[in-house]
């Protein structure tokens, strides 16, 4: 169960809304995976979060300057970006055209996530991961971080994680509610979730009902606060994966 793109300001179908395509050339890729364009214009790939790790930061700068020099068709999605860029759907190459992010994350050399953006405009990325997850590759080498894993999340502290695990516990507030992860006393994740984004949860079927003992897989930037903590930025930021057989224990 993958959830919905939700609601946001400005509307989450007017930041995925693509322009007319146009063509383009590759001319080099800059950091953290910026396509600059022989046109002189830059774009960065929609729907994609760049790896944070040295070795595979590499790795995905090079597998895209594979395609230096190849023609792009190229579909812009939303406003640009505070540095002028705008993102984009990248298909390269003529006699066989590849998806450049779809490349990326089926290689296991970036995670399928909206990132600053209000949506994840390509939610068919998602299932690209489950390849490279299954075989660890890139990464996920290491699988993705266990909730109940303390040391490891706090060690993530400041970056963006994937983590999976069981909910435990669901304490709704006023403000916010609390899923928990791990058990009192033991320290593991807790996610955070602000009133708004847990009245759009329950809009697509996730509940304190629905989500208490599920096996579940967050992503996004781990604070420390009494303990690891991810504050969910969105619907698009938590799964429902009970069942996939990567993971079967």
């Not at 990464?139 to 909910?167: C, H, I, N, Q, S």
């Amino acid at each position: 169960m993958t959830p919905q793109s939700a609601s946001a300001a400005p509307r989450a179908d007017e930041s995925c809304r693509p322009s007319p395509a146009r063509e383009d050339r590759l001319a080099d890729v800059g950091t953290r995976g910026e396509l600059i364009l022989a046109s002189g214009r830059r774009a960065v790939l929609s729907g994609l979060r760049w790896p944070d790790e040295p070795a595979l930061d590499a790795n995905a700068r090079a597998w895209l300057v594979a395609f230096r020099g190849a023609p792009l068709i190229l579909t812009e999605r939303g406003p640009e970006d505070r540095w002028g860029r705008r993102r984009a759907d990248g298909i390269a190459g003529e006699a066989e055209p590849v998806d450049l992010a779809g490349g990326l994350v089926a290689a296991g050399l970036a995670y399928a996530d909206a990132g600053e953006a209000e949506a994840l405009c390509r939610p068919a990325l998602r299932a690209l991961e489950e390849a490279p997850r299954s075989a660890g590759l890139g990464l996920w080498a290491g699988g993705p971080l266990a909730a109940t894993d303390g040391a490891a999340l706090t060690a993530r502290a400041g970056r963006f994680a994937v983590v999976e695990g069981r909910v435990l516990h669901v304490g709704e507030r006023s403000a916010r509610t609390y899923l928990d992860f791990a058990r009192r006393g033991e320290q593991g994740l807790t996610e955070t979730v602000q009133k708004r984004t847990w009245r759009t949860l329950s809009e697509h079927g996730l509940s304190a009902a629905t989500l208490k003992g599920r096996l579940v897989r967050i992503r996004g930037m781990v604070e420390i606060g009494r303990g690891p903590l991810i504050d969910l930025a969105g619907v698009e930021g938590i799964e429902v994966v009970e069942g996939e057989r990567a993971l079967r224990r």
